[in-house]
Every structure is written in structure tokens, then in C-alpha cells.
């Protein structure tokens, strides 16, 4: 397998789930990793031994450099991505793709124009139980959708803001609850059942409302063309982070994914699927399959394969989140 040429863009809490794959697999040789605080990109590179920048356009106009991970704030994932890959490298960004679905379509224009690979990293996409539950929905198997719900309930104190400054702010995260955590759940439920028809929710501030500007809270009914409905709820003010629920209602059998996912036949039969992909210690709750989704970014790149979350699935959760937040501001349903 080819060895790509890498760096990793914003050395804070997620960049080490990109740079320890980076820095041992076989598919990257990583060259650099980039922070404008210089003690932050010094830190990583004598950690994965490759060269610190503080300046991201050192990135962008060196040549050896094939592909770039994205790992920086919201608002910054559609410049630097739309440069980089005009600039003839792979880019993988961190989620959200972008904050407005205008921005995404801008990196999804720079994606076809140049030719180059954008992905996006909705690594739960990987999980053992995402893949059983897309599975078992799309195949028929367990009769046609009733309905679905998915809840997430997170907890971010004053401290997770206090740590990073462009969190909390519309200008710089673009949202609050849905846009940074509820996110992978927004996507994994389109992935699972398709987009929706149309969707009416809240956003609003019921915990944090000292500390943030954007939403802790957010809630919201999914309207499928055939009627079917799915009912959505976010938190950030929960004391403790919990296990993302993820529950459909089938025909057949009801299957939930709770950390484990487990299908309950409507004869009684109960099946179990455990996640391979278990995140060790605090962040467990985050998703553990940062490994296998870069894993298969890079197989792609180097087979010649569309890698399969790109930009142009990457948007429908800005899609998701854009219409929510104008039903809440509305107070009506919003078509998608
Ligand atoms: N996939 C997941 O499960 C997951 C989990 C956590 C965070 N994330 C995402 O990862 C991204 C980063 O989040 P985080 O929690 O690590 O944030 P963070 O604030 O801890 O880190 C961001 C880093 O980017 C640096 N930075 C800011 N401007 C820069 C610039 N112009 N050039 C270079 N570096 C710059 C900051 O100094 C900081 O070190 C966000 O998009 C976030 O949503 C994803």
C-alpha cells in the first residue's frame, strides 16, 4: 500500500485520535502537525516525531504533503479544507463539515474541481452496532420503518468552554449542542433511514445559559415521506455523559443500539451485537472508531475508491441542523 504524505491541522483534544493512527500505520509517514499555540504543536511533534508549524499555510504550500486532517475550530474547516484541496491534497476534516450548508457546498465544489478526496470524520459510521442497525433496516429483513428515537444526553460545564474559547459562540462553532455532540447521532439517523421530508424542533438554552451563546438543549420530530416519524432529543446540561440511544421501531423486531445494540423479534427472539470498537476511559462515549474510518480514507485514496463519507453525505447533517434551527426560530415545520 502506498505511504501518504500527512499532517494534522490544530493539536487539541480530538488531534490525538487522528495523529497515533497517523504516526504508526503503514498507509502515512506524518511530516507535520500545525497549532497557532506554539507550545501545543511543539508538544505533538516530539510526540509523533515529525515537524512542528504554527503557521497552517506552511501546510498548505508544501508540496510533499498529499493529505491534511482537519482538527481545528468549526469555523475554520471550510477555508482551510476548500484551500487545501485546490491546492491538490486529500483533506479529512474533523466534524462538523462546515458551519452553513453554503460552506459545504463550497468544499464539495473544491472536492470535484480539484479532483481530490474529502471526508468527513463521523467515525460512529464504523461502529460494530451502526453497521448491524444499517444493516438489519435496509435490508428488509425485519419489515418496513414505524419509527425511531435517538436521545443524547452529555455534560459541559463551564470548564469545556473556559478550555476552548471558540466553543460556546455562533461565530466560531456555529451551534451548540446539535452542531458539535448531537451531530453524529443527526447523522447516523439519516444514514440509517434516509433525510427526512420535513422536521419542526427547538433549540434552546436551559442550562448554560451564563457560560454559552448557542444552544444546550435542542429537541425535534424527523417527518419521513411515508409519514413515519422519528423523535430527537440533545442535552449538554446532563450531570454525567450517557451512552447515545438509538432506537428503531420495525415491523418485525425493535432494535436499539445503548452502548451494545440489541434486536427484540417480535416472536421473542432477542439478538446482541457488542461494539468492537470500545474507546477506552473517559471519552468511551464519544465513539471509538476514529482507527477504522481513517483506515479506510486511506484505503480508498489508494485504491481509487470514493471514499464513502464525503462531502456530499457530510452536508446532509448541516442540512438537518440548518433546519432545526430555523423551525425553532419559526415555530413550524421546516421542509428539508
Ligand atoms: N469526531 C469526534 O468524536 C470529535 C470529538 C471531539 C472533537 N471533535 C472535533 O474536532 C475539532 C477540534 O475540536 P477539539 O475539541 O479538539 O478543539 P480544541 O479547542 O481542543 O482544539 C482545537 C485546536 O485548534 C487550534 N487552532 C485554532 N486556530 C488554528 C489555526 N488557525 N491553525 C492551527 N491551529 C489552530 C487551537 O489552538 C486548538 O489547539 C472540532 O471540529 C470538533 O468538533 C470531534
Known amino acids: 500500500m502506498k505511504r501518504f504524505r500527512t499532517a494534522v491541522i490544530g493539536c ?47 501546510v498548505l504550500e508544501d508540496p510533499e504533503i498529499e493529505s491534511v486532517h482537519l482538527c481545528t475550530p468549526h469555523y475554520l474547516h471550510a477555508p482551510m ?22 460552506q459545504c457546498e463550497e468544499m464539495v465544489r473544491a472536492a470535484d474541481d480539484s479532483g481530490r478526496q474529502l471526508g468527513v470524520c463521523f467515525q460512529n459510521r464504523y461502529n460494530t452496532t451502526s453497521l448491524h442497525l444499517r444493516d438489519l433496516v435496509r435490508s428488509g429483513r425485519a ?49 440509517v433511514l434516509g433525510m427526512p421530508a420535513a422536521l419542526k424542533g427547538t433549540a434552546d438554552q436551559r442550562s448554560l445559559q451564563d457560560t454559552i451563546e448557542v444552544e444546550d438543549t435542542a429537541e425535534a420530530t424527523l417527518r419521513y415521506a ?14 454525567t455523559d450517557r451512552a447515545v440511544e438509538v432506537e428503531v421501531v420495525l415491523e418485525k423486531a425493535v432494535a436499539r443500539v445503548c452502548g451494545d445494540l440489541t434486536v427484540t423479534w417480535a416472536d421473542g427472539t432477542i439478538e446482541t451485537a457488542s461494539e468492537r470498537n470500545v474507546r477506552a476511559g473517559a471519552k468511551a462515549y464519544w465513539g471509538g472508531s476514529h482507527r477504522d474510518l481513517i483506515q479506510d480514507f486511506y484505503d480508498c485514496l489508494d485504491e481509487g475508491r470514493l471514499f464513502p463519507v464525503d462531502g456530499r453525505q457530510g452536508i446532509q447533517a448541516i442540512r438537518l441542523i440548518r433546519a432545526l434551527y430555523d423551525s425553532s426560530e419559526r415555530r413550524e415545520w421546516v421542509t428539508i
Not at 491546492?87 to 463539515?97: F, H, I, N, Q, S
Not at 413515519?228 to 442535552?235: P, V
Open 143 to 191: 419489515g418496513r420503518v414505524l419509527g425511531a428515537r435517538a436521545v443524547l444526553t452529555w455534560g459541559r460545564g463551564a470548564d469545556y468552554y473556559v478550555g476552548s474559547p471558540w466553543k460556546g459562540t455562533w461565530e466560531k462553532e456555529g451551534g451548540g449542542v446539535l452542531i458539535n455532540q448531537a451531530i453524529h447521532t443527526l447523522d447516523l439517523l439519516q444514514w
Open 12 to 58: 487539541g483534544a480530538i488531534h490525538g485520535s487522528h495523529a497515533d493512527v497517523l504516526a504508526d500505520a503503514p498507509f502515512s509517514e506524518l511530516r507535520a502537525v500545525v497549532d497557532v499555540v506554539p507550545d501545543r504543536a511543539a508538544r505533538s511533534a516530539a510526540k509523533y516525531g515529525c515537524r512542528a508549524e504554527t503557521d497552517w499555510t506552511r
Open 226 to 239: 411515508d409519514g413515519t416519524r422519528a423523535y430527537f432529543f440533545a442535552t449538554n446540561g446532563y450531570p
Open 81 to 102: 479544507a476548500s484551500a487545501l484541496l485546490r491546492a491538490g491534497k486529500c483533506v479529512l476534516t474533523e466534524k462538523p463539515m462546515g458551519i452553513s450548508v453554503a
